[in-house]
T-cell receptor, first 118, second 113 residues
Framework: NAGVTQTPKFQVLKTGQSMTLQCAQDMNHNSMYWYRQDPGMGLRLIYY???????DKGEVPNGYNVSRLNKREFSLRLESAAPSQTSVYFC?????????????????FGDGTRLSIL | KNQVEQSPQSLIILEGKNCTLQCNYTVSPFSNLRWYKQDTGRGPVSLTI?????NTKSNGRYTATLDADTKQSSLHITASQLSDSASYICVVSAWQYGNKLVFGAGTILRVKS
């Protein structure tokens, strides 16, 4: 039972390069999320997708784009990487959305992508 | 100011001892409060979820308490084991932000033999 799978696990980029972080879940969850985790800070939401076909900005969306490819997959793209985007990126998923708001069910996280931008 | 503050920042205890981690939050109103465990190099894993009407919830040796009046929560770990070494993260789900999660910075626990 894989749960939430993120690729790659590690990546080093040069400033200005672009890349896409991949995330897939096999739990048939409707909602998916992208977070970043920086030292000494709590996880911060970049973008989320409450259901297939919808995406919304989170707390720190600048410099990122997302695509909900299908119910299983949610990708995060850095178009022009900057050193400030050096971080650990986590993808998460959770169950059914109720009443138009994000689910109250637990979020299941992948093991992260460690991204360094030089 | 962070809306979810955790203390202590780090803690070292001997195997077999109990410990309590604290979480104070200013997010209000909220729909639920969660505790996650994050092992080094891994993603967070859910331990407990409590709604505002619940005072306590247990998951094995982990017991979370919630006082919605004082906006405080605690996570008590009983008979600690080496495998409890991890970061413990308090998370509040905020109604006013569409139930988005507000994360604390975590308490790093090290259990030594």
């Amino acid at each position: 039972n894989a749960g939430v799978t993120q690729t790659p696990k590690f990546q080093v980029l040069k400033t200005g390069q672009s890349m896409t972080l991949q995330c897939a879940q096999d739990m048939n969850h409707n909602s998916m999320y992208w977070y970043r985790q920086d030292p000494g800070m709590g996880l911060r939401l970049i973008y989320y997708s409450a259901s297939e076909g919808t995406t919304d900005k989170g707390e720190v969306p600048n410099g990122y784009n997302v695509s909900r490819l299908n119910k299983r997959e949610f990708s995060l793209r850095l178009e022009s990487a900057a050193p400030s985007q050096t971080s650990v990126y986590f993808c998460a998923s959770s169950g059914k959305v109720t009443g138009g708001r994000l689910s109250n069910q637990p979020q299941h996280f992948g093991d992260g992508t460690r991204l360094s931008i030089l | 100011k962070n809306q979810v503050e955790q203390s202590p920042q780090s803690l070292i205890i001997l195997e077999g001892k109990n410990c309590t981690l604290q979480c104070n939050y200013t997010v209000s109103p909220f729909s639920n409060l969660r505790w996650y465990k994050q092992d080094t190099g891994r993603g967070p894993v859910s331990l407990t979820i409590m709604t505002f009407s619940e005072n306590t919830k247990s998951n094995g040796r982990y017991t979370a308490t919630l006082d919605a009046d004082t906006k405080q929560s605690s996570l008590h770990i009983t008979a600690s084991q080496l495998s409890d070494s991890a970061s413990y993260i308090c998370v509040v789900s905020a109604w006013q932000y569409g139930n988005k999660l507000v994360f604390g910075a975590g308490t790093i626990l090290r259990v030594k033999s």
